[in-house]
């Protein structure tokens, strides 16, 4: 089950075994071939690299050591989902 992460509850929810999601918003830079991405769920979670799979790779990474850092946790497995559409980046 998942369960995203500043939904009401969603502490408890992590702690009943729930995989926590949380949301990213990805951008294509203007002047320079980057992309980046930031997180209304996660405070701090802004990342930019070259592809969007290194983006990715990225995001992982920093969302476990942020969800550690800002609540706490130890997150066993976490998921993410766009906001916009990726696909027309590219």
């Not at 999601?21 to 996660?42: A, L, M, N």
């Amino acid at each position: 089950m998942n369960y995203r992460i500043g939904f009401p509850f969603w502490k408890l929810a992590y702690k009943l075994g729930c995989t926590l999601t949380f949301r990213v918003i990805i951008h294509k830079g203007e002047e320079q071939p980057v992309y980046w991405c930031e997180s209304p769920d996660i405070p701090g979670l802004v990342a930019e690299m070259p592809t969007i799979e290194e983006l990715i790779r990225e995001v992982r990474i920093m969302a476990e050591e942020l969800i550690e850092l800002n609540y706490k946790l130890k997150p066993r497995q976490t998921k993410f989902y766009c906001l916009n559409n990726i696909g027309h980046l590219a």
